[in-house]
């Protein structure tokens, strides 16, 4: 039995917003701009960063935002600094009515240094008014 065609329709209009809404975060960080962050999340969103390795379960938590303003409080004061400069890959989303989840690796030269950083992304997403938010953040850092 197949799925209707609404069904599959909604699915791929769900997977593009989140893919949107994943690019539109990098593009944020991209050029600076922390104040745009906040509205990307649900009010109750969080934003974890950890440290691990790609193939191992173990992880130590580096820091933890329990609200989308917290997380902009703590960019804005990185603001005019060196940032960095998300390169998305590999992102795979998967959606369940008006929820989603999403995992991406993040490759990151940081400007205005020789340093960069890589890691993993598991993102969580909510539909909430007919547009989608991030609900979770988890960034995992590789040693």
Known sequence: MSTPLEARLDRIEAQTAVADLVHEYARAVRRDEPEKVASLFVPEGTFEVRSGHPDKAEFSVRSRFESPDALVAFLVTQKGGPHPIPLIHN?????????????????????????????????????????????RRIYTVFG
Do not use: C, Q
């Open 91 to 135: 992102l795979m989303v998967e959606v369940e009515g008006d929820r989603a989840t999403a995992n991406s690796m993040m490759a990151a030269p940081i400007y205005g240094t020789d340093k960069e950083v890589f890691g993993e992304y598991h993102d969580s997403f909510e539909r909430r008014d007919g547009t989608w938010l991030f609900s």
